[in-house]
């Protein structure tokens, strides 16, 4: 049995169980723990080192999935084979996605720009607890059975209330689909637009999405992103389809990563396309129009749709909490008769007591006020942020303010890419390459290296200690 | 405004919601309620009826879902146009899956003999509370936070270990992927198998299931069933695959509707089979293995795999409750590889809090407890309807005991099973019919038509009365 002498450091900045995972990581990768040598049981390990017992299995989680270690079933945790590392790659390029991505990459960071990172401080715990006690406590039983697979109608008819007001968006709650995350919600959709599907995708766009529109096998076209958003016009110029789908995949509140809001202009062209052919669709992602810190909100797309052309999916991991696993989709007429005839056996992949207790969150105005702090919170991180870089701006062009939770910094000293992520991650700074969303497939013409900056999950003196490193990495 | 006449039976069978559901749907039905017309909202009928606002929401949330009314935000309830009722039939075509499948057809059955509802009075909601209140109790921010996309690893170790004890299943957490139902398994399946697959069913077999791969597109094939299961001989004459996977769909433990268990002569064929091509796998799903009450449980199939051939799935939705969307496949080591290289961007269906509280309720005791009960309980409802089932040993051919949550009648004097289903609904009892179930394309040879009969989600003096009804109507 190997000891560990792991010294664990309240004051560091990474929680004790990413301490041990690290430190054990590191003796796998240097040999100290050999192949197939078993590790303290966590009980053992917890004891020995003052922490929780939960927090010994967090990090020996960490290795197991990570594939450093494996866990024989009432015998214990061993360290794997070498070719038990082989997800490692893959692991290390996992969609940050909010969850400590310098963790996931097993490289250790000061300060993490990431763009999916969001901020939890500000979470009303105690309102969420209360309202799961009392959902729990009223005689519920009801909501331990099935419910219906679009999801329940009282929060159908509360989230369709809410994006009526908060979005203009026009529809009924028997026209809400109510699913775990949005990439569930994408792969019925797929059930629903059927096999023979292209879809176009602004470029740069979000990756994610992107990877999971090629995992369904669909081709992909790709029309360029200006100031004012995709170049609707260029759709006019597909090939036209034959008796296939083609669904343009577009975020015209708040384009990722660009930022860029679509024009009035484009949007029509948008709809107009859509209404020529009847097997053509928009699918509006509105993942964070919720936080918008200038200038009047912008309306959706589907709430200017007469024809039934959109398709409209958002998400409250992002206003909420990511552990919140709750999507929404709201579909035009003909896709909804598509559900109800050739989709109807999908069973609902939300617990209806998760439903009840969002459902609670939002008429118990505690949803609104709590998107007014986030907006408040996020305003003041970005603000911060864009102040911070004025030094900046003689060497890089800043974009991609007034919304979301990024910005973008054009650097214009012919630098590459990656030489000025480098630079930054031997400052100790992780910040994101905009040539990561670039998913055309056709060679872009080359612009000015751009890289991302998120706020989201850094406090106020993180980000501007980062934006402190960052000047001497780049200036 | 219309005004309701709504007479509520505290005494009837139906709870109130339903009342008002079918009550409202007759006036419409009958043009008494006519296209465009305004109904009370919720509050006013809720005042006016003396019931809670969550009946009438529930009972309006129904009509709506089923397009008999239309919710128009901030206006309230108004009657569909006719062509709104389109997916009635649909509808009525909805799987029961345990939720009040009568209502969901539209029809009041006295007594419904489901084989998919499920008993949820013996349910420890007390203990269920308990721990969720406990669980966000506790300093868990970070349960709040993004998690593994194959599920937090202490559940998955949970699980392992219980599928290990309970299952024989051989398998170590990192194997393991929780997601949010069967439906989506089958889905993230679908994107690690590739599109090239054909599936071999049972036939007759889980017709959900049967469905859903349909919707994928894949061809299937299906092979008979017989008393000691699937005849995996025919498996050797079936085509061979180029480079295509093929998959065999059983369910050996406990095949549904037949309930047969298959021998273990067929399991080895079944591994010999799958183990003669590189692209070929078995999707085992245990889907009611717990509920098994007489004889020495079956162990599963995947616990006699060598090859790293099976695909392992099961569910705590019918072992704890339907609304805890709770399901887990475990992967062999090939396909794993597959999911952290090429499908690592989908991210987990569950809400971490909610694998967190399903982890203690396992951890605790609770899980194991409660199955103890509901199978002393289901097997005092199997024998008390195998019992009361004496008579009609001379009419019918009773099979399918020993395990789950339904038997089989085979009739004796070649009436059809539609005859006997009408006979029953005319006495208001529902049962269901085997040849539902059928899904070969290939012409079966006729055999005696027989009928399901459910009992998990009946008390047992509605058994014992439901049975004295279909006496009557036919012996």
């Known amino acids: 049995m190997y000891d560990l002498a792991i010294e664990l450091r309240p004051e560091d900045e990474r929680c004790l169980y990413q301490q041990i995972y690290e430190y054990i990581r590191q003796e796998i990768r240097e040999g100290k723990l050999l192949q197939g040598e078993r590790l303290p049981s966590t009980r053992s390990l917890a004891q020995y080192l003052q922490v929780s017992r939960s927090t010994a299995e967090l990090a020996y989680g960490q290795l197991v999935s990570e594939g450093y270690l494996e866990a024989r079933p009432c015998r214990g945790y061993f360290v794997c084979p070498i070719e038990g590392l082989f997800d490692l790659k893959a692991e290390g390029e996992r969609e940050p996605g909010g969850a400590e991505p310098a963790r996931k990459r097993g490289e250790s960071f000061r300060y993490d720009f990431s763009p999916f990172a969001i901020d939890m401080s500000a979470f009303p715990f105690g309102v969420w607890k209360r309202i799961t006690r009392e959902t729990l406590s009223q005689d519920n039983s009801r909501l331990f059975s099935q419910g219906d697979a679009q999801g329940d109608w009282e929060l159908r008819a509360t989230v369709s209330r809410y994006l009526h007001s908060s979005r203009g968006v026009n529809c009924t709650p028997d026209q809400i689909l109510v699913g775990a995350g949005n990439d569930y919600l994408l792969m019925l959709l797929e059930k629903l637009l059927g096999s023979r599907v292209r879809i176009v995708m602004e470029s740069p766009t979000y990756k994610r999405a992107y990877q999971i529109f090629q995992s369904f096998g669909y ?76 200038g009047k909100p912008i309306p959706s797309l589907q709430g200017a749709d007469k024809g039934g ?104 000293r012919g630098r590459s890419q990656q030489e000025l992520l480098t630079l930054a991650k031997e400052r100790g700074v992780r910040v994101y390459g905009m040539s990561d969303n670039v998913v055309a497939r056709e060679p872009q013409k080359r612009g000015p290296a751009t890289v991302i900056l998120g706020y989201g999950g850094l406090r106020e003196e993180e980000i501007a200690a980062g934006v402190e490193r960052l000047k001497k990495a780049w200036l």
Request: net charge positive; charged share 30%; glycine share 8%.
């Open 309 to 412: 052309k959109v398709i409209y999916i958002g998400t409250f991991s992002k206003a909420i909490a990511p552990a919140i696993r709750v999507s929404y989709m709201v579909l035009p007429s003909s896709l909804l008769r598509r559900l109800r005839e050739e989709c109807y056996f999908y069973s609902s992949t939300v617990s209806r007591i998760d439903q009840r207790i969002l459902d609670e969150f939002i008429r118990g105005g505690y949803f609104e006020r709590h998107l007014n702090k986030m907006r408040k919170l996020y305003r003041g991180k970005h603000d911060l942020l864009l102040e911070s870089l004025g030094p900046f701006r003689g060497d890089f062009e800043i974009s991609g303010e007034n919304a979301g939770l990024h910005l973008l910094l054009a650097d214009r």
């Open 219 to 294: 081709p992909i076209t790709t029309v360029e992103v200006d100031r004012q958003g995709m170049k609707a016009g260029e759709l006019f110029r597909l090939a036209g389809e034959r008796d296939g789908v083609t669904a343009v995949y577009v975020m015209p509140s708040h384009q990722y990563p660009t930022g860029a809001v679509m024009s009035i202009g484009r949007r029509m062209e948008l709809l107009k396309w859509a209404s020529q052919g009847e097997n053509r669709y928009l699918i509006e992602d509105d993942y964070d129009s919720e936080f918008r810190y200038r």
